[in-house]
């Protein structure tokens, strides 16, 4: 069974004695050591797989995970694992423990947009960027477990003070619409686990060996959990990267490495560092780069692929001429080797940079997909009918109900929504709940809240039925209802209302097939479509050019990568450099390079527009870093190079197509 492992990796799969840290190099196989760890423990150990939990941190990876073990763990032997993000098992355990936690099992999770509205409306400031700062300010307190009182003692400038101020209204807010957001699926199991212990002690009997990858992306709060599920036995295996640390924006910590030995003293460590994917060359140039940084752990990564091409580093006179440049070297490299374009990637410090890239690709007929674009689930008309979801699993969902009632228009506009508003606020009730109260009769107009009460009875029935029947039955009725089809086209141009409604019955027919595949009610459903909402971006498997920033592209690798404006100002960003925080960047760089397998092309400009204005630009530092095994090219005075360059691929492309020269 673990003949195909290398003698680390086989080390990581067998060692059961307590804690262990897995230091996964990129492209090592730390994938390959989780599922086989699984079924070692379960076909070799005698372990049940229902006590054994694999978390990660994308829907995606938990997917590609569970595939794995389920070739490897056939005949019903894999039954009852638990393979999922964070966040899922975060719900997983608060609608479990939903009593404990004051909130119903059907509760809500709020989207990003959610958020920003709640926030705006309790600040009373419609500047959309100052309210978002504020929303990030709340999300980081949540990430470190800061409690609202704390943030006030925290809090060191203006966004900052006004965010710990209103941080209490905001809970209260989302404990009246039975919500939680993002942070809560893990600050609420952990909270929970410190008040009751014997809630803890139920989750430890449950899953009582932990594997969680990419451990180094973890936030405080998430390594809380671990070490509560963990309990005193450390039952766990993590796998990370301390090289591969790149979100500490977004709250990662990457002292939750260090402070593993510290709380597990035994802590044993493994170091996988043959590489599977890239060439030595590749490799050498990361292992140099990365060696700039202080370093947590020493590795050296190494692979049997052989020295492989050098890294190509190409200088452009601008952005323009950069993106025209990769378009052409793509068209010809792809010609010339009959490659797919699936094959080739381009990544970038920032979104911004896509624009021109996706115009030439676009002049040179080559067809490119965005990691990281606007998600399908982000699209008004899929909001839409979620709200109506939302609305039937949890009827004190507020911003589910005044979305839905309002789309489509049902005669119930802005004033009747704000009459019934201010009674549910006297009442200190949900705007669903007070529809139906005889005090309401009082605040709103007769025939108005019989259209409420109307809209209520509709929600009412789909509730009661959703445990019951088939989802598929129920998402059918419910457009039907409502109308939302001929809303559409009475609201939308043609085109448009055609595109809209066909994007409503993929969500539908999608979600009918999960229901029948997964045995899941529209209830169960709606909280996995959340999740999946705040967590994937997009779907795979079209044969394009992938476009990524470089952190929409970890964990992906591709055969021919192009890295552009690796200039000083974008890579290392200027932030970064004023800041004195240049080692993420260069981490962010290492992803970059360490996502080659075949081939790696690096470009800058010497100029650039910023703020509407060209200025001179110089390469980044990270492009020295990279030691010896680069080919520079390009740059104003390198016309006869490209000429030559022309000519040999010219007489390669009429050799290929079998035509001698003239």
């Not at 609420?188 to 410190?194: I, K």
Request: aromatic fraction near 8%; charged fraction near 25%.
């Amino acid at each position: 069974m673990l003949d195909r492992l290398n003698t680390p990796q086989r080390d990581a799969v067998k060692y059961l004695d307590g804690p262990c840290l897995v230091l996964a190099g990129a492209g090592s196989g730390k994938t390959r050591v989780i599922t086989q760890k699984i079924a070692y423990m379960v076909r070799e150990c005698g372990m049940q797989a229902r006590n054994i939990a694999a978390i990660t941190f994308t829907n995606k990876a938990a997917r590609e995970m569970q595939e794995r073990v389920g070739k490897l763990l056939e005949g019903g032997h894999g039954s009852g694992l638990t393979v999922c993000t964070f966040h899922a098992l975060g719900v997983r355990i608060v609608r479990q423990e939903a009593k404990l936690a004051g909130l119903k099992p059907q509760f809500s999770i709020l989207d990003s947009s959610d958020i920003l509205q709640i926030i705006g409306e309790i600040a009373g400031d419609a500047d959309k960027a100052r309210v978002k700062a504020m929303q990030w300010a709340i999300s980081s307190w949540k990430n470190a477990m800061v409690t609202p009182a704390e943030a006030e003692k925290l809090a060191n400038d203006e966004v900052t003070y006004a965010a710990a101020k209103l941080y209490p209204a905001y809970e209260q807010t989302l404990r009246a619409y039975q919500a939680v957001d993002f942070d809560d699926l893990i600050g609420l199991p952990v909270t929970l686990f410190e008040q009751h212990p014997e809630a803890m002690e139920r989750w430890q009997n449950k899953l009582r060996y932990l594997l969680i990858d990419e451990y180094q992306d973890t936030n405080r709060a998430q390594y809380k959990l671990l070490r509560q599920l963990a309990g005193v036995r450390g039952a766990f295996t993590a796998v990370g990267d301390d090289d591969q640390a790149i979100y500490a924006w977004r709250g990662a910590d990457v002292e939750n490495l260090r402070q593993l030995q510290v709380d597990y003293p035994k802590l044993k460590l493994i170091k996988l560092e043959q590489n599977y994917r890239s060439s030595n060359r590749i490799l050498g140039a990361a292992n140099t780069l990365i060696g700039n940084n202080e370093k947590l752990f020493e590795k050296k990564l190494w692979s049997e692929h052989g020295l492989g091409d050098a890294i190509a580093i190409n200088v452009c006179r601008d952005a323009e001429n950069e993106a025209e440049w990769v378009a052409t070297k793509i068209s010809a490299h792809r010609f010339e080797t009959r490659s797919k374009f699936s094959d080739y990637a381009i990544l970038y410090r920032g979104n911004h940079q896509a624009r021109l890239i996706e115009q030439q690709l676009r002049n040179h007929k080559i067809p490119y997909v965005i990691s990281g674009g606007q998600s399908f689930f982000d699209r008004a008309e899929i909001k839409d009918i979620l709200c109506y979801l939302r609305l039937i699993a949890n009827a004190d969902d507020d911003l589910a109900f005044i979305r839905a009632i309002t789309t489509p228009r049902r005669g119930i506009g802005a004033a009747t929504i704000e009459s019934l508003g201010r009674y549910a606020g006297q009442r200190h009730i949900s705007l669903f709940a007070a529809a139906f109260e005889e005090g309401a009769e009082q605040h709103v107009n007769a025939r108005q809240l019989e259209a409420v009460r109307e809209f209520g009875n509709f929600i009412n029935r789909l509730e009661f039925r959703a445990a019951k029947e088939p989802a598929k039955r129920l998402l059918e009725e419910l457009l039907t209802e409502t109308g939302y089809e001929t809303w559409l086209l009475e609201s939308c141009e043609g085109r448009e209302a055609e595109t809209k409604w066909k994007n409503v019955r993929d969500l539908v027919d999608w979600l009918g097939r999960k229901g029948e595949e997964d045995n899941k009610n529209l209830l169960e459903l709606t909280q996995m479509v959340a999740l999946i909402t705040l967590l994937d971006k997009g779907e795979e498997g079209a044969d394009a050019v992938q476009l990524a920033t470089l952190h929409a592209s970890k964990g992906l690798e591709f055969p021919h990568v192009f890295l552009v404006g690796v200039e000083e100002g974008l890579l290392p960003h200027q932030s970064s450099i004023d800041e004195d925080k240049i080692e993420e960047e260069r981490r962010l760089m290492y992803v970059g390079v360490t996502r080659a397998q075949r081939a790696l092309t690096i470009t800058y400009c010497e100029r650039r527009k910023s703020a509407g204005e060209l200025r001179t630009v110089e390469a980044s530092r990270f492009i020295a870093e990279l030691g010896e095994g680069t080919k520079h090219s390009g740059g104003r005075n390198a016309a006869p190079v490209a000429k030559e360059d022309a000519q040999a691929r010219l007489a390669n492309l009429r050799a290929m197509l079998g035509n001698k020269p003239a």
